[in-house]
């Protein structure tokens, strides 16, 4: 964790000080701050918070909000549902791995992109349909289509 990390860690648990119940709120704001829960943020929280480590970690990992790894800047989310798989998600899936060089649940190594699969998305009648930074949808992709909103999002 470099130091402005830390920093920014500190001044979270600051402003949680004397909060009971706070482990959530605190683990949602690290979040925010940092964009993920990095490994060293945890013996921090857990010392704030009066719970162990072990116990920080078992929340964090039990909540899908949560991410425990650095996250790309723009979060490229496949659809998975019924309606997208039947359309040919997993091809689009295939085809943005191949483009970006990484696996489903994967960031690229400059940071700029994290690929993953999403339940429905509620957009059946466009699909299959690829959701980037959770709130542009983009229907009706065929692989080569998906790899274009790539370029588009840039
Ligand atoms: S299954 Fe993909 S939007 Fe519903």
Redesign the pocket.
């Known amino acids: 964790m470099s130091e402005e990390q830390l920093a920014r860690l500190r001044e979270i648990l600051a402003a949680h000080e004397g909060k009971r119940g706070s482990l959530i709120p605190i683990l949602q704001d690290v979040q925010s701050a940092l964009g993920y829960l990095p490994e060293a943020a945890m013996p921090h929280i857990a010392r704030h918070t009066g719970v162990s480590a072990g116990q920080v970690y078992g929340v964090a990992g039990f909540f899908a909000q949560f991410h425990l790894k650095p996250r790309g800047r723009k979060v490229v989310s496949v659809?998975k549902?019924?309606?997208?798989h039947v359309q040919g998600a997993t091809r689009v899936m295939e085809r943005l791995e191949e483009h970006l060089g990484i696996k489903e649940g994967e960031t690229t190594p400059d940071g700029e992109y994290t690929l993953e699969s999403v339940a429905?998305?509620?957009?059946?009648a466009l699909?299959p349909?690829v959701v980037v930074n959770n709130d542009d949808v983009h229907g009706r992709l065929d692989p080569h289509a998906a790899v274009a909103v790539l370029a588009k999002d840039k």
């Open positions: 659809c549902g019924t309606a997208c429905c998305v509620g957009c059946c699909a349909c």
